[in-house]
Structure formats: structure tokens, C-alpha cells
């Protein structure tokens, strides 16, 4: 007696959970040595604390289009390379967003992963425009 019927759906199946793994890690719920935030603790933290400061994670077009005041833009893809703008702000706390709150996440790992303490904010800029953020060009 065998205990694989069918070998297709032990492939099947393990694909999912790899499938279900990465969706989850990528969105930050497993795995993540850092805090997530919604938008409406961002906006509070932006406007009462003094120990926080704000990457935007996005492309320049997207940063052109519409960002958060006083946001330094380091777009994702760049931001290993260019962790020297962000030495100043070592010993702050950096809220860290994108356009739905995914490249923020990878954006989080590599600041944790060199000794930043990231903020990512949930749901991104479109979070933050629905919870009242205003946009400067």
C-alpha cells in the first residue's frame, strides 16, 4: 500500500504553501524584524514626534506626482546603494511608505537589516490620502 496516490498533488499542494510562504512574506506578516504601522499612527507620529523622519520607497514619477511633505525619496530598487542620505537620521525612527504598502516592506527589511528602525506603513500612500494626509508636488 502506497501512501502517494498521486505525486502531481503532493507537488500541487507544496507549491501552495511556497505560493502562500512568499505572499506572506512579502506583505510583512511573517519573518519581519520590524514594526507595521497603519496610516493614521504615521500622520500622529509625523505630527507629534520629533524622533521620527519619512522615506518614500516609490519611483520618481510616483514622487513627482504627489508625496508626503519633508519625504526624502530613495526609491526601493536604489535604497541599498544609497543608505548614506539616511545617516543623519540613524537614531530616528523612519516611517517608510510606497504606493500600497509592499515595496515599503522590502524598503523595511534593508533599513533593519542595517541598523535603521523602520515604521512601515500599511496600505501606503493610498492609506494615508484616505486618512487625511496631505500631498505636496
Given at each position: 500500500?502506497?501512501?502517494?496516490?498521486?505525486?502531481?498533488?503532493?507537488?500541487?499542494?507544496?507549491?501552495?504553501?511556497?505560493?502562500?510562504?512568499?505572499?506572506?512574506?512579502?506583505?510583512?506578516?511573517?519573518?519581519?524584524?520590524?514594526?507595521?504601522?497603519?496610516?493614521?499612527?504615521?500622520?500622529?507620529?509625523?505630527?507629534?514626534?520629533?524622533?521620527?523622519?519619512?522615506?518614500?520607497?516609490?519611483?520618481?514619477?510616483?514622487?513627482?506626482?504627489?508625496?508626503?511633505?519633508?519625504?526624502?525619496?530613495i526609491p526601493v530598487d536604489a535604497l541599498s546603494q544609497n543608505l548614506g542620505m539616511l545617516k543623519q537620521d540613524k537614531?530616528?525612527?523612519?516611517?517608510?511608505?510606497?504606493?500600497?504598502?509592499?515595496?515599503?516592506?522590502?524598503?523595511?527589511?534593508?533599513?533593519?537589516?542595517?541598523?535603521?528602525?523602520?515604521?512601515?506603513?500599511?496600505?501606503?500612500?493610498?492609506?494615508?490620502?484616505?486618512?487625511?494626509?496631505?500631498?505636496?508636488?
Open positions: 500500500m502506497t501512501l502517494v496516490k498521486n505525486p502531481m498533488n503532493v507537488l500541487y499542494w507544496i507549491a501552495m504553501a511556497g505560493l502562500l510562504f512568499w505572499f506572506a512574506y512579502s506583505k510583512g506578516w511573517i519573518l519581519a524584524n520590524f514594526e507595521s504601522i497603519d496610516a493614521k499612527q504615521a500622520i500622529y507620529l509625523l505630527e507629534n514626534d520629533d524622533n521620527v523622519t519619512l522615506l518614500d520607497a516609490r519611483t520618481i514619477e510616483e514622487y513627482k506626482s504627489g508625496h508626503l511633505r519633508d519625504a526624502t525619496l537614531d530616528k525612527k523612519i516611517i517608510v511608505y510606497c504606493r500600497t504598502g509592499s515595496r515599503s516592506v522590502t524598503a523595511s527589511r534593508i533599513l533593519e537589516e542595517n541598523g535603521f528602525t523602520p515604521l512601515n506603513v500599511k496600505g501606503g500612500i493610498i492609506q494615508l490620502i484616505g486618512a487625511g494626509a496631505t500631498l505636496v508636488k
